[in-house]
């Protein structure tokens, strides 16, 4: 075996031994969670994108809306001084909402590197592909990993100025202590200099938003069950995914969007040769989602250390890209 192919090995050995165990701890925990870190294989891949595509599902359509109206404003607030800088995206995904930024500081000649962050490889490969293809000047290194892993790796790779791209209201994956803990981490990482444009889903009618998270063909249940298929395969489970019922909750007051799959009977589970029972409507927590107020947004945004440089609204004001500076 030669010495990047026995690499290779090591790296998909640790990760997997890495998966399986946050897999257990998280079902041998009460209550029982899961990470929807894990939700991106190539299948949850492919299942987001139909999500996306959803009527219901406004997210991406708001966000958008600011990234295809608003360019030129968003490019003029993190291109200050025509100084070269990094563009780092958090969770990447397919950056279909970057990408009108990107072209845009690609034609205006702005001096820069684009680095998407993602723990999917496969929708990182997808992304450098497609962005080859439509901007063949842009310059762009992908780094496959957990979020600040790779931040810190893109810190050695340039000494340039860093703006930060966090969207999707991926800051909403967390609950509130969560997001203020992972904003003050992202702003010690950060220099005086460096720029953070987060976006934020907005508190508005909750059955608007229990819409988007629990549509009626199915799409959002079955994004939610994959991981339980990926489990399967990777770690040779059991699961009977026709046992497990997604289900959705939504608090309009705390703003707390929550989805959960719930166990349809009393079974047991092999993931390999551990055993874990699920009770008769027991739930496992998957995801939080949370919304935001425009004040919550300023709270969260000085409690981590940043100060609010601007704030932009899609055209219904059901979602805000903040981009913060540090104070």
């Not at 050695?156 to 999707?168: A, D, E, P, Y």
């Not at 229990?210 to 699961?239: K, M």
Request: charged share 25%; net charge negative.
């Amino acid at each position: 075996m030669n010495s990047s192919l026995r690499s290779e090995n090591q790296i998909e050995t640790t990760t997997s031994y890495k998966f399986q165990k946050e897999i257990l701890d998280d079902l041998k925990s009460n209550p029982k969670k899961l990470s929807s870190k894990y939700f991106y294989d190539s299948k949850g891949d492919s299942l987001f994108q139909k999500i996306m595509a959803l009527e219901d599902y406004y997210l991406t359509k708001c966000e958008l809306d600011i990234f295809k109206n608003q360019t030129a404003e968003i490019a003029n607030l993190i291109n200050t001084e025509s100084k070269p800088f990094d563009l780092i995206e958090l969770g990447a995904g397919d950056a279909m909402k970057s990408t009108f930024l990107l072209e845009h500081l690609v034609r205006k000649g702005a001096n820069f590197t684009y680095m998407p962050i993602d723990i999917s490889a496969n929708i990182l490969s997808v992304l450098k592909t497609n962005l080859n293809n439509a901007i063949p000047e842009l310059n762009i290194i992908c780094l496959e990993g957990e979020y600040f892993e790779m931040i810190e790796k893109a810190m050695t790779i340039s000494s340039n100025r860093k703006v930060i791209l966090f969207l999707g209201s991926n800051i909403g994956n967390m609950e509130i202590a969560d997001a203020e803990q992972f904003c003050s981490k992202l702003k010690r990482k950060l220099n005086q200099e460096d720029n953070v444009l987060i976006g934020f889903d907005l508190k508005k009618h909750p059955k608007t938003i229990l819409r988007a998270y629990d549509d009626p063909t199915g799409v959002t249940a079955q994004f939610n069950l994959n991981l339980l298929v990926r489990i399967n395969h990777e770690l040779g489970a059991n699961f009977n995914i026709n046992q497990f019922e997604h289900y959705q909750t939504y608090d309009p007051i705390n703003g707390a969007c929550k989805s959960y799959l719930i166990s349809l009977i009393d079974q047991k589970v092999l993931i390999g040769e551990h055993q874990i029972h699920f009770a008769e409507n027991e739930p496992i927590f998957m995801e939080i989602s949370q919304k935001f107020s425009p004040a919550d947004i300023l709270k969260l945004a000085h409690r981590s250390g940043f100060d609010s440089l601007s704030e932009l609204y899609d055209s219904k004001k059901w979602f805000m890209d903040a981009i913060w500076q540090i104070k």
